[in-house]
């Protein structure tokens, strides 16, 4: 039984070594190289140079001067990258068509005098919960608001908004989106 029982041992040393520090040290090195920013979780800072949070993961905002964002399924708290998850609720579900309603509200009472239908990303959230982009239509649509609040032209946010939309990716893939978190940068650093 020994006889088995070493080169069994010695394996499991060997593999441990080299699949649990030599791999993860040589990734994390070559990451650290090639992609630092992406490594390193996306960063972003603000104009006073402090991190405001990950271009990579949806910010709470609700001030009306600000973009906001999808609602985020996460909880106990909003953005939650720890608890990240749909929350499952299907389109029948009365708890899904009650939160989108109060959603749809809030909108709705934060700029009454906007009669457009409200983007179905500003009502519902991701399936991871932490999406942090709308559709350059959910940006359009809070425009005014976010003008009136920061006495800003409506033709100098709208390009804001364009200079801060993303294309498909490769023209391919995905659909064209915003980033709620570089785009609210950019309008503070606008002051």
């Given at each position: 039984?020994?006889?088995?029982?070493?080169?069994a041992?010695?394996?499991?040393?060997?593999?441990?070594?080299?699949?649990?520090?030599?791999?993860?040290?040589v990734?994390?090195?070559?990451?650290q190289?090639?992609?630092p920013n992406?490594?390193?979780?996306?960063?972003?800072?603000g104009?006073?140079?402090n991190?405001?949070?990950?271009?990579?993961i949806?910010?709470?905002?609700?001030n009306?001067?600000?973009?906001?964002?999808?609602?985020?399924?996460?909880?106990p708290?909003?953005?939650n990258?720890?608890?990240?998850?749909?929350?499952?609720?299907?389109?029948?579900n009365?708890?899904?068509?009650?939160?989108?309603?109060?959603?749809?509200?809030?909108?709705?009472?934060?700029?009454?005098?906007?009669?457009?239908?409200?983007?179905?990303?500003?009502?519902?959230?991701?399936?991871?919960?932490?999406?942090?982009?709308?559709?350059?239509?959910?940006?359009?649509y809070q425009?005014?608001?976010?003008?009136?609040?920061?006495?800003?032209?409506?033709?100098?946010?709208?390009?804001l908004?364009?200079?801060?939309?993303?294309?498909?990716?490769?023209?391919?893939?995905?659909e064209?989106?915003?980033?709620?978190?570089?785009?609210?940068?950019?309008?503070?650093?606008?002051?």
């Amino acid at each position: 039984m020994v006889k088995h029982l070493k080169p069994a041992v010695v394996l499991f040393v060997i593999f441990t070594v080299l699949t649990g520090v030599v791999y993860p040290a040589v990734v994390t090195g070559l990451a650290q190289l090639l992609f630092p920013n992406q490594a390193n979780g996306s960063l972003m800072t603000g104009s006073s140079g402090n991190t405001t949070g990950s271009n990579l993961i949806g910010q709470p905002f609700s001030n009306p001067n600000h973009f906001w964002g999808r609602p985020s399924a996460t909880s106990p708290y909003a953005y939650n990258a720890g608890a990240s998850s749909g929350s499952n609720l299907g389109p029948t579900n009365p708890a899904l068509v009650d939160a989108v309603k109060a959603r749809i509200g809030t909108l709705k009472a934060a700029d009454p005098d906007n009669k457009a239908p409200v983007p179905v990303d500003l009502v519902t959230a991701s399936g991871s919960g932490l999406d942090p982009h709308i559709s350059p239509a959910a940006a359009d649509y809070q425009i005014n608001r976010v003008a009136k609040a920061r006495h800003i032209p409506l033709e100098k946010l709208r390009a804001l908004v364009e200079a801060h939309t993303e294309a498909r990716q490769w023209g391919v893939f995905g659909e064209p989106r915003v980033n709620v978190l570089t785009l609210n940068l950019a309008l503070d650093a606008l002051r």
